[in-house]
């Protein structure tokens, strides 16, 4: 090839892209529309499946309580046990503050009970327990988030050992037999005292008066 014909081919290669008329310009444009669309797409059409996915991660320890529910719809506070079926609706802000969050447990359709949660100030701060009520009263299980607590004393309160001691209560029982952990003693009151603020809210859903 003559020396002026490569010359004029690494000129052209050079020349800046506005001067090589509108074509490549176009072309840009439309490729990255096209990514923009397809990123787009693939968005909308994975929306459902990650909301689908970060409902099942929220609902992991409504889960541990009622394994067999499906869907944990949660009550307003104002409008506690509005959900549930035969019970009075009552506002927890008012009568039970120290309860956070009110989850009606369901498979399908059908009602398995309740969840609530309460809190109360343990060694390191607040210990939020998730207490389960079958539509019968009784207590079918709880979940203490210790995070807060201390590690390998207070965070004991959220190990098995202990919330299964509440497994089959009725919601009136005193838990004078419920034993605390040895050197965790302030976290596990806590613990204590928001199973019975729990039940006491549960009550007052019910119609019964509290202990």
Known sequence: MPQTEQKEK???SNMPLIERGAMPIVILTLICAACVALLALTANVTADARAEQQQWLEDKNKRLIFPKSDAFPAESLEDAGEG???AQVIDFTQQHPSVNQVFVAKSSDDVSGVIIQAASKGYGGSVPVMVGFSNEGLIVGVVVDASGETAGLGQRVAESNFTDQ???LDANDTFGNVETISSATISSQSVIISVRTACDAWQSI???EAN
């Open 84 to 86: 549930l079926p035969g």
């Open 166 to 168: 509440f497994k089959g």
């Open 10 to 12: 690494k000129s052209s």
């Open 206 to 208: 019910l119609g019964k």
